[in-house]
C-alpha cells in the first residue's frame, strides 16, 4: 500500500517537470508527446496515466480503512471514539483542502472539488460502511453507481444551450447526444447543484461554471471509489493466500476496465474523470485494483522490497508531500535560482531547464520526507 501510494504521490509532484515544454520544444518526437499526454488529465471523457492519481489515492483510502479499524478495536476504541476520529479527519481533509486552493487567492477559494474535499466529504460513509456486512457494500456502490447514473439521466439535457457562458466551445468535440448528452460538460446535474450551491459562500464574483468541468458531487462515486478499495483491504486481511488474493485483484481489475468500456461505446455513460461518472468508477477501479496487484505480487509475494524504498518513504507520508507540493514549490525554485543561478539548470539547454529544476525541486522534497522518515516523523489526520 506504502509503495503504491509512493507511486501515485510522485506522480502527482512530477507535474513540475512541465514535461509540455519539451513538447512544445521538439514538436515532432513523440516521446515527449508520449510523457506530456500521461503527465496530464484528459479533456473530458478517456483517460491518461495522471487521471490515475486521485482514483488511486481515493481507492487507497478504503483499503487502508479495514486496518485502521481493526488497530483501534485492538486498543479497545467503542464505536462512538472511532466514528468521533473519523468525522474529525473528514473535517480536516475539507478544510485543508479549501486552504491549500486558497493559499494564493484574495479571500477564501470555497471549493470541494479537489482530491482532500472530495475523500473528507465521503470518508464518514465510507468508516460507517467499513463497519457493515460486504454484501451491504456491493448493494451499496450498487445504488450509488445506478442512483447517480439516474439522477444524469433524469436531469433534462440542454437543447440549443449557450456553451459559450460556461466557458466551453459550442464546436467542442467531446459534446454527446443521446443519453451521453446528460453527462456533458457545464450543462449537467452536478454544473447546477455547483452554480446554486457554491454560491452560498462568499465569493468575489458568482460561480458560473468550473473551467475544468469539476463538481461538488462527484463525492459521491468517488465513495464507490473508497469502496472498492475497502473490499481490496478486506481481501488482504481475509486470511486467504497471496495467490487467491492476487486473483481477486486481477479479476475485480479485469471486471471493472470491461464494464466501464462497455459502458461507454454503448452510449449509456461516458467514462469522464472530471465528474466522476459511474463508468469511472468501474473503470479507474479496475485500473486501481490492478496496480495494486502489481505492487503486491512484486513486493509482498516475490518479495522483492528494496527497489521500492522511496516509493515507501513518499507513500507513510502522503499528506506532507500534498502540502510540499502545494504549498513551497515555487519558494524552492526561486531559492535555487537566487543561491545557483540559472546556468546550472542550462547545462543541457534551453527547452530542458524546467526539467532540470523540477528534477532539483523533487530531490529537495525527498529529502524532507526521508528526514521525516528516519525520525519517525508521520502527519496522520
Same mark, same amino acid.
Given at each position: 500500500m506504502d509503495a503504491y501510494?509512493?507511486?501515485?504521490?510522485?506522480?502527482?509532484?512530477?507535474?513540475i517537470l512541465k514535461f509540455y515544454t519539451l513538447q512544445e520544444a521538439y514538436p515532432d518526437s513523440g516521446f515527449w508527446a508520449f510523457l506530456t499526454h500521461h503527465?496530464?488529465?484528459?479533456?473530458?471523457?478517456?483517460?491518461? =496515466?495522471?487521471?490515475?492519481?486521485?482514483?488511486?489515492?481515493?481507492?487507497? $483510502? &478504503? %483499503?487502508?480503512?479495514p486496518y485502521s479499524i481493526a488497530s483501534r478495536v485492538k486498543l479497545g476504541q467503542s464505536f462512538g471514539v472511532q466514528l468521533g476520529h473519523a468525522i474529525r479527519r473528514s473535517l480536516i481533509l475539507i478544510l485543508l483542502g479549501i486552504f491549500l486552493r486558497s493559499t494564493h487567492a484574495s479571500q477564501t477559494n470555497f471549493t470541494f472539488e479537489d482530491t482532500l474535499t472530495q475523500i473528507g466529504l465521503g470518508y464518514p460513509f465510507l468508516f460507517l460502511l467499513g463497519t457493515a456486512k460486504t454484501r451491504t457494500v456491493w448493494l451499496t456502490l450498487g445504488a450509488i453507481l445506478v442512483g447517480y447514473w439516474l439522477?444524469?439521466? =433524469?436531469?433534462?439535457?440542454?437543447?440549443?444551450?449557450?456553451?459559450?457562458? $460556461? &466557458? %466551453?466551445?459550442?464546436s467542442w468535440s467531446e459534446h454527446y447526444t443521446g443519453l451521453m448528452a446528460h453527462f456533458n460538460k457545464n450543462s449537467n446535474l452536478a454544473w447546477a447543484f455547483d452554480t446554486w450551491f457554491l454560491n452560498l459562500f462568499p465569493r468575489a464574483k458568482p460561480f458560473l461554471f468550473n473551467g475544468g468541468g469539476y463538481a461538488t458531487l462527484s463525492f459521491i462515486p468517488t465513495l464507490g471509489t473508497m469502496l472498492l478499495g475497502l473490499q481490496a483491504g478486506r481481501w488482504l486481511r481475509s486470511g486467504m493466500s497471496s495467490r487467491d488474493i492476487l486473483k481477486y485483484f486481477l479479476l475485480a481489475g479485469?471486471?471493472?476496465?470491461?464494464?466501464?468500456?462497455?459502458?461507454?461505446?454503448?452510449?449509456?455513460?461516458?467514462?469522464?474523470?472530471?465528474?466522476?461518472?459511474?463508468?469511472?468508477?468501474?473503470?479507474?477501479?479496475?485500473?486501481?485494483?490492478?496496480?495494486?496487484?502489481?505492487?503486491?505480487?512484486?513486493?509482498?509475494?516475490?518479495?522483492?522490497?528494496?527497489?521500492?524504498?522511496?516509493?515507501?518513504?513518499?507513500?507513510?507520508?502522503?499528506?506532507?508531500?500534498?502540502?510540499l507540493v502545494h504549498l513551497i514549490d515555487q519558494f524552492i525554485i526561486t531559492s535555487f535560482y537566487t543561491h545557483l543561478g540559472h546556468g546550472p539548470f542550462l547545462l543541457l539547454g534551453g527547452p530542458f531547464e524546467s526539467l532540470l529544476i523540477g528534477l532539483a525541486t523533487l530531490a529537495t522534497f525527498y529529502l524532507i520526507l526521508w528526514w521525516m522518515y528516519r525520525r519517525k516523523l508521520f502527519i496522520r489526520i
Open positions: 501510494r509512493g507511486f501515485v504521490m510522485v506522480l502527482m509532484a512530477a507535474e503527465q496530464s488529465h484528459v479533456a473530458w471523457a478517456g483517460c491518461s =496515466l495522471h487521471d490515475l492519481i486521485q482514483p488511486s489515492f481515493s481507492f487507497l $483510502v &478504503g %483499503v487502508a480503512l439522477a444524469f439521466v =433524469l436531469y433534462p439535457a440542454t437543447n440549443g444551450f449557450d456553451y459559450s457562458a $460556461v &466557458g %466551453v466551445p459550442a479485469a471486471v471493472g476496465l470491461a464494464s466501464g468500456v462497455l459502458l461507454h461505446i454503448t452510449g449509456i455513460c461516458p467514462i469522464v474523470k472530471r465528474i466522476w461518472t459511474p463508468a469511472w468508477v468501474l473503470f479507474s477501479g479496475g485500473w486501481c485494483f490492478w496496480l495494486l496487484a502489481f505492487f503486491y505480487g512484486i513486493i509482498d509475494m516475490a518479495g522483492y522490497r528494496k527497489w521500492a524504498f522511496p516509493l515507501v518513504v513518499v507513500g507513510m507520508n502522503s499528506i506532507a508531500i500534498y502540502c
